[in-house]
Each structure stands twice: as structure tokens, then as C-alpha cells.
């Protein structure tokens, strides 16, 4: 943990606060009682007792505002800073300012920040802590999206507060419940941890091999599609992506919405077209184009605008030769070749898999371009194939990039 | 995900205005009277990764581009 320079503090135990306005994502109540049980959090480790006044100074004023709003931090917009605030002190100090271009909820969900969390943070600031570089902590600067169900202060921070105002005088009866028990259907534990996707534990420095989880070594292991991404390589599988990437040396399991929020998850099929840096995913009839988080406007499109015939209802499997500029698509035992330059499907296809693959007698479920080498991949194997000759060089479990 | 090459430029500058709002950092001017720091807004990086319990290498990374991108606290993270 940290505090302020010359660690100012509080030097009363009643401290007042004020709701001065509210944000139009949640209902007045909910903003209350986030507040609230924000303010419960540092009560229940501390001596110090916060009191709601409707009117008049307070010495922590709440608000939400968006842009410059009166001081000397203007907020950005949605993500970035979500708010900030004063450490103990006359006027401004203590107060505590919420980016209205937020969009705020109650609890953790995937479309917003929970008031809950970001609040109990921006109220450590108010009583006098700095940030904590503690992975986990409150006031660890960076928002991690968590369960906040029976939510309860780290440690660290309780060190902290209680370096500058002590230990409560009376035990608490009861441990601090954050929010009563949620829906179901608002988020599951498992689901909270994902939120924030391409964050990676920032302790971890770089481990001479990856840890490997167990579900990444079932030796049944198969996978919807598979692609390159800047140098990536992400295989799906249902609603989760699996992200191998040079930059670092363990193998991340995210959900897909996590990149990409508004794609329906269950890719049939995906492929890079490195030079355009596009990615392509296919699902059921219809493709999208990414660029990194971005989708492309215009999508989904039929994939009959690529030259499929109304017949062709689902691609299997895509893979895209960087050399030849050319994209194969497998649709049972078929496959067709996609000219990315003229951008249409080559005459002559589709042909048999078999007859111009050898060794590859089966459909495909997901293909890869890597190396100089394809991927393809059937069930839990997959089978490497020379680009140029097309012959089959060896066959292997499709765990294999995942270090078992 | 990686940076494609036409968007470092702008990473740089993203870069810059992260470590200036959270990290103090100034861009020197010349002073005939002060050392140069040839590269301060590495050593903001440093400190940066440093602070996250990044690999502190001084380089603007992917992991450390990434951790700049995550959504925050406004308050910064060192005081001059």
C-alpha cells in the first residue's frame, strides 16, 4: 500500500459524505447503496463512522461528470480513467469524481464498471491511500472486474487504512457482507475473472515454460477454428479461445467475447490475411472482418458474397497461404480456393480434399497456416502438410502448440 | 494483440500521455545547465513496469502497451 506524500488523513473519526448527482445508468437507489457498502468496506477495518448529509459541505462530495468538470483532470471518454479522487483535505480534498461515459452497473457485468468496486477504490483515495502495487489489491490501480459477492478487503489494504487511522474500537459483529447473494444470471464467478482479457498477471515476468492447466492437455482435445493474429495464434472452441503468442511464453484461455464482445461465439472457421492485418470468422452462414478488437463495419456478410453457392450452408475450415495469396475453404470432403487479390473463388472448385491433399481422407475441423506449414486439424489430431507439394508430412495430437 | 506498424506512432504517443498523467513524466527541454537524459521516457517506462511487476525493460512492449490500456484509477501512480 501507499499514502499520499506527508500522509494526509482525516483528523476526525465522523466523516460526512454527499451524493451531489447520479448517474442515468443505474437506479438512484442502486447508486446509494453501492456507495454505501463502499463506505461499509473502510468502516468495518477502522474507527472511522461516515455520515450521508443532503446538503451543504461535505467532506467527501461525490459526483459523476464527464470531459473537464472543474478541475484540472478532465475525463476521456468510455474506458481510460474511470474516475479519480482527493486525499483528506479542505475544499476539493476527499472528493471523489465519476466518468459519466462510463456505464456504470450495480455488480460486475460485461457492459460496465461496477460502482461498488471503482467507489471503495476512489473512497481508499479519500481517506488518504495512494495506490497499491499488490495484484489483488483495492487499491491497485487498474480495474479488475470480480465477484463482489461477499466481497472483502484484501489485506493490503487494511494494512494500509490502519496505518493512518488505526483498528476499529469495537470489533465488527459480523463480517462486512459486500451485496447480498446475485441473480445467477448476472455473472458467474468464472465469468468475473475474464472481464479484462488481454491483462495478464503482471507479477509474472516470463517462466522458462509455460504452465500447463489440465483441460489444455485432454488428449481429446479438439477445436471449432483456428487462426493467426499478428503473429498470435488463437484456436476456439466454443465460447473460449486458447492465445499462443511470442510475446509471451504461457498460453492464455479467454472467453471470445472478451476480445470481441458482440461476435457470437462458435466460430465454424477463421483465417488472417496478415497484409490487410484482418482476420476472418465464420459461423453458420455468414463472416465477420476484424482488425485486432475492432470489427469491420458492414459485417456479418453472407458468405455467398464470397462466391459460395446457396447450397454451401457452413464452412468447416479456412486457411490462408501467404505466399499464393490464396484462402482454402473445407466444406466436407471439399475444399475451394479464394484468389484475396481478385477477390474471388478460383474456377475449377471445389475439389475433393483427398485428391489433392494426400493422407487427409477425412473432413477438416480447423486449419492453420504456420511456419511454411499447414494444419489440419481432425478431432483430437492434427495432420502437417507441405504447402507446395500438398503430401502429408506427419500426424500429431491437436494439443501440440500447448506445450503438454 | 500486436501493433501493426502504421499505429506505432500512435502507441507512442498514447504511451506518452499515459506516463504523463500517472508516471510524471516531462519531456526534457534542452538546458545548457542540466545532463541530458537521453531517454527519459524510458526510465518512466521502467518505473511503469516496475510498478506492475512487468519484465522492466524500458521498451514500450506488448505487455506493457496492454497494461496502459486497461482501464484505471485517474489518480497517479508515483508524485514528483
Not at chain 1, 486525499?87 to 462510463?102: K, L, T, V
Not at chain 1, 492447466?213 to 488428449?219: A, F, K, S
Not at chain 1, 504456420?370 to 507439394?389: M, P, T
Request: aromatic share 14%; charged share 25%; proline share 8%.
Amino acid at each position: 500500500y501507499s499514502t499520499f506524500p506527508l500522509s494526509p488523513k482525516w483528523k476526525k473519526e465522523d466523516v460526512t459524505y454527499r451524493i451531489l448527482n447520479y448517474t442515468p445508468d443505474m437506479l438512484q437507489a442502486d447508486v446509494e447503496e453501492a456507495i454505501a457498502k463502499a463506505f461499509q468496506l473502510w468502516s468495518s477495518v477502522t474507527p472511522l463512522r461516515f455520515t450521508r448529509v443532503y446538503s451543504g459541505q461535505a467532506d467527501i462530495m461525490i459526483s459523476f461528470a464527464s470531459g473537464f468538470h472543474g478541475d484540472f483532470y478532465p475525463f476521456d471518454g468510455p474506458g481510460g480513467t474511470l474516475a479519480h479522487a482527493y486525499p483528506p483535505g479542505s475544499n476539493i480534498g476527499g472528493d471523489a469524481h465519476f466518468d459519466e461515459d462510463e456505464n456504470w452497473t450495480k455488480f460486475t457485468t460485461y457492459n460496465g464498471y461496477s460502482l461498488f468496486l471503482v467507489a471503495a477504490h476512489e473512497l481508499g483515495h479519500s481517506l488518504g491511500l495512494g495506490h497499491s502495487n499488490v495484484l489483488g489489491a483495492l487499491m491497485y490501480p487498474i480495474y479488475m472486474a470480480r465477484d463482489t459477492r461477499d466481497y472483502k478487503l484484501p489485506q493490503d489494504d487494511i494494512d494500509g487504512i490502519q496505518a493512518l487511522y488505526g483498528r476499529p474500537k469495537e470489533p465488527p459483529a459480523l463480517p462486512t457482507k459486500a451485496f447480498p447473494p446475485q441473480e445467477p444470471t448476472e455473472m458467474t464467478p468464472a465469468e468475473a475473472t475474464t472481464e479484462m482479457p488481454p491483462r495478464k498477471e503482471p507479477t509474472e515476468t516470463t517462466p522458462s515454460k509455460a504452465p500447463v492447466r489440465p483441460q489444455d492437455c485432454d488428449p481429446h482435445l479438439s477445436f471449432d477454428a483456428i487462426t493467426t493474429l499478428r503473429g498470435e495464434t488463437l484456436f476456439f472452441k466454443g465460447s473460449y479461445v486458447w492465445r499462443k503468442s511470442p510475446y509471451f511464453s504461457d498460453i492464455e484461455h479467454d472467453t471470445i467475447s472478451s476480445f470481441w464482445p458482440s461476435l457470437v461465439a462458435g466460430f465454424d472457421a477463421a483465417y488472417e490475411v496478415d497484409k490487410r492485418d484482418r482476420v476472418l470468422f465464420f459461423k453458420d452462414n455468414h463472416y465477420w472482418a476484424v482488425s485486432g478488437y475492432s470489427i469491420e463495419p458492414g459485417f456479418p456478410k453472407p458468405i455467398q458474397n464470397l462466391g459460395f453457392p446457396t447450397s454451401v450452408r457452413k464452412i468447416d475450415a479456412a486457411v490462408h497461404d501467404e505466399n499464393t495469396k490464396k484462402t482454402y475453404f473445407f466444406v466436407g470432403n471439399k475444399y475451394w480456393s479464394f484468389n484475396e487479390n481478385t477477390q474471388s473463388m478460383e474456377r475449377g472448385y471445389p475439389r475433393k480434399i483427398a485428391s489433392d491433399f494426400h493422407g487427409i481422407g477425412h473432413t477438416v475441423d480447423a486449419a492453420l497456416q504456420k511456419n511454411g506449414l499447414f494444419y489440419f486439424f481432425h478431432g483430437a489430431n492434427q495432420y502437417e502438410v507441405d504447402i507446395k507439394s500438398k503430401k502429408l508430412i506427419r500426424k500429431m495430437k491437436s494439443n501440440s502448440w500447448f506445450n503438454c | 494483440f500486436p501493433v501493426v506498424p502504421e499505429k506505432e506512432k500512435e502507441e507512442m504517443q498514447f504511451a506518452k500521455k499515459y506516463l504523463e498523467n500517472f508516471y510524471d513524466f516531462k519531456e526534457e527541454k534542452s538546458s545548457l545547465l542540466k545532463r541530458k537524459n537521453l531517454n527519459p521516457m524510458a526510465d518512466k517506462i521502467r518505473e511503469m513496469q516496475s510498478f506492475f511487476g512487468l519484465e522492466v525493460t524500458g521498451e514500450l512492449n506488448h505487455k506493457t502497451l496492454a497494461m496502459m490500456k486497461q482501464p484505471r484509477c485517474g489518480m497517479p501512480d508515483i508524485r514528483s
